[in-house]
């Protein structure tokens, strides 16, 4: 994105066009990234969905195996698999992308926030899945195992089922880990105070174990592994806060200008 300084006096339809150009080369910038990396990857897809699957099959009953209910099954989850976890290694790029297109119009002091923050951000995210796929998958698979055990059923699970499901805890745990910042940005935006944060810790705790009700399995171990880590990172998120924001006073937009 050109410094606004620069544009004062290009006509407004020229600026707004040459950021729309820019826009599309930094899009196919981060698309090419992330294929290249899945392009790298994707000799070797029937292993990484294995791997992925690990936790799963090492709870499974003797003989325990998973299922294809569709023709391209197959081929196609491992393909999905490997083009996610393409898209997790190419996203410091993607997200440089982002950040070289909108940076020139921040404020210095939004500037200084933001870039450590996105980088935490994502370091938590995979925080957040590593912790899904170390502890909360084995756990879960160990607890439902011994569950249908004394009821003679036989827990198979179809491979594109199982990606569901992993798909939808790897982003609640990881999302969850990003409390911190969450916390973090509210208390240096002036949003909220510390105090604030304090006052409202018992409707967070009830609010954590709402959303692990909706997100996890029914079962209350797992629950409350989604629960209270949630709860951990908020007060861990407060203790960030105290530490990164102070006493120092909000900025202001007023105080500074967009710096190139």
Not at 107 to 128: A, D
Not at 154 to 180: H, Q, R
Not at 222 to 238: C, D, F, K, R
Request: glycine share 6%; with cysteine; proline share 7%.
């Amino acid at each position: 994105m050109s410094d606004p300084q620069q544009n004062q006096g290009e006509a407004p339809e020229e600026t707004f066009i040459s950021h729309l150009v820019e826009l599309r080369d930094r899009i196919i910038r981060a698309g090419i990234s992330v294929i290249v990396v899945f392009l790298g990857l994707v000799y070797w897809a029937p292993d990484i969905f294995r791997l992925l699957a690990r936790p799963l099959m090492q709870n499974l009953p003797k003989d325990g195996k998973m299922i294809v209910t569709d023709v391209t099954g197959s081929f196609f989850v491992p393909m999905k698999v490997t083009m996610l976890v393409a898209l997790v290694i190419a996203l410091p790029f993607v997200l440089y992308q982002i950040w070289a297109f909108v940076a020139p119009g921040l404020y210095q002091h939004e500037k200084k926030l933001v870039t450590p923050l996105v980088g935490s951000s994502y370091v938590l995210f995979l925080c957040g899945m590593a912790f899904a796929y170390f502890v909360v998958f084995p756990t879960i698979f160990r607890v439902m195992a011994h569950y249908n055990a004394p009821l003679g059923a036989e827990m198979t699970t179809d491979i594109d089922n199982y990606l569901s499901f992993v798909l939808t805890m790897f982003i609640a745990f990881g999302v969850t880990f990003e409390v911190p910042i969450v916390v973090v940005l509210l208390v240096r935006m002036g949003i909220l105070s510390i105090k604030k944060l304090k006052e409202i810790r018992p409707y967070v705790i009830v609010g954590a174990f709402v959303v692990s009700a909706v997100v996890t399995p029914p079962d209350v171990f797992s629950q409350l592994i989604l629960a209270v880590p949630l709860i951990i990172l908020y007060e861990a998120g407060i203790i960030a806060a105290r530490l990164i924001v102070g006493k120092q006073p909000v900025v202001k937009e007023e105080e500074s200008s967009p710096t190139s």
